[in-house]
């Protein structure tokens, strides 16, 4: 048997794929037609390190890496894998960047990307209401190397400006649409206020995922997502990644090979094989959290509901003018005690409670119980977490069940 040529595996780009409509591009963009042993789906290539058949062939690959324009194998696990790189080259292509990084995990990708990029003495403006471990790293890690961050309230866009600091101020930070309450970020606004201050901007896109929003076409300089979530799609891995412009993600890329992130090649291809149903998972995802939004809306057991697709949320008309789909979480504050919300959520049948989102099962949490469980009640409203909050991180199961479900749900208290 004649072994294929790594540059021919590896070669045709696809890019015709591009243009094409999303769920097209989840399955094709990025992925070569000809693959390794005709193989449909890409190899898993399950290696540490890679080989030279001689010392020449090591020189000119040395050569080219230093003194040429790189060269497409790879040298050692730790800076590249080829299954990594077909899923990378399907991110950018969905999320409309140069280049894409993945990771271990969405941490993993968040702390890389800003242990590499932000200097000592730099300052960072984050929004509130964001991943409380994004916000803990910079409150802790990134302090203690001399970063200081500024958290403002999310829609307040004067008190963003504001805490931008002239020439110490290196990146304002945001997550949209935020976990709990669902808050989008006006991405508009966010990149003028950017430009005018010479600031870099990120956007953690998770609650989104490119079928709803691509923040890049936005302006904004860095996309990441917790590829654990909507990205892979099936509760069953974790990983991160970060999309941007080529030059700044090869920098990154440098920084990963020292950092050590690197998603491993199995879940590089599970992840690859979730991003394929994206786009009719995603799409399935937004009708049921709309019509189960709605329908708690009107309940006289429900107090409130955060839901961006709805006219009642803060955000609702950015929602609008600049998101293809409001996502699948759903939030809302159920009328009485933490016990009697928990009482609501243990008579549920159909979603697991656990944390996490974005995967084919539904997932219930009570916020003050999961994530929060550690604060008093004090700090927890001081956070903006109520006792009766629930997040409803909606699968694909069909709408009428769910909404069935939730009925003889509150039904029961
Ligand atoms: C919005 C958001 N960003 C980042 C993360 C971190 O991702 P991971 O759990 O994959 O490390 C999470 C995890 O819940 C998240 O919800």
């Not at 990708?109 to 590499?116: D, E, F, I, R």
């Not at 805490?163 to 606004?189: G, H, Q």
């Not at 920084?255 to 991003?275: C, H, K, M, S, T």
Request: proline share 4%; hydrophobic share 40%.
């Amino acid at each position: 048997m004649t072994l294929p040529n790594i540059e021919d595996v590896y070669a045709d780009n696809n890019d015709t794929m591009l243009a094409s409509g999303d769920s097209t591009r989840a399955v094709h963009a990025g992925t070569r037609r000809r693959k390794a042993f005709n193989s449909l789906t890409t190899p898993v290539i399950q290696s540490a390190t890679y080989t030279f058949v001689n010392t020449a062939e090591l020189i000119a690959f040395m050569d080219s890496k230093t003194w040429g324009n790189g060269s497409d194998r790879e040298e050692y696990g730790r800076y590249g894998n080829p299954t990594v790189a077909a899923v990378e080259k399907k991110l950018a292509a969905l999320e409309g960047g140069d280049d894409a990084l993945i990771y271990a995990s969405g941490m993993s990708a968040v702390t890389s990307l800003l242990l590499s990029i932000l200097p000592t003495g730099a300052h960072v403006v984050m929004t509130d209401d964001c991943y409380r471990r994004t916000r803990q790293f910079s409150l802790t890690f990134l302090k203690r190397l001399g970063i200081e961050s500024t958290i403002v309230p999310m829609g307040d866009y004067d008190a963003l400006e504001a805490a931008i600091i002239r020439k110490k101020t290196r990146f304002i930070i945001s997550e949209s649409p935020t976990n709990p309450y669902l808050r989008v970020a006006d991405l508009e606004r966010l990149v003028d206020i950017a430009k005018r201050n010479r600031v870099r901007t990120l956007i953690d896109s998770t609650f989104a995922t490119p079928i709803n929003q691509r923040p890049l076409e936005w302006g904004i300089d860095f996309v990441i997502h917790s590829a654990t979530k909507y990205l892979s799609g099936h509760n069953d891995l974790l990983a991160g990644v970060v999309i941007g412009r080529g030059d700044r993600i090869q920098a990154l890329r440098q920084a990963r090979g020292v950092l050590g992130g690197i998603a491993d090649p199995q879940n590089a291809f599970l992840l690859e094989r979730g991003i394929k149903t994206l786009g009719i998972r995603v799409a399935q995802q937004n009708q049921s959290a709309l019509a189960i939004a709605q329908y708690l809306e009107t309940h006289p057991k429900i107090e409130r509901v955060w839901y961006p697709g709805l006219e009642s949320h803060p955000d609702h008309n950015v929602a609008i003018e600049q998101m293809s789909g409001f996502g699948g979480v759903v939030s809302f504050e159920v009328r009485g005690s933490l016990e009697r919300t928990s009482q609501f959520i243990d008579a549920l049948r159909i979603p697991y409670i656990a944390p996490s989102l974005g995967g084919v099962e539904s997932l219930i949490e009570q916020p003050a119980l999961m994530s929060f469980y550690e604060k008093t009640p004090e700090e927890r409203l001081e956070l903006g977490i109520k006792d009766n909050l629930v997040r409803f991180a909606i699968g694909i199961e069909d709408t009428d069940d769910l909404i069935a479900d939730i009925a003889q749900a509150l039904e029961q208290i």
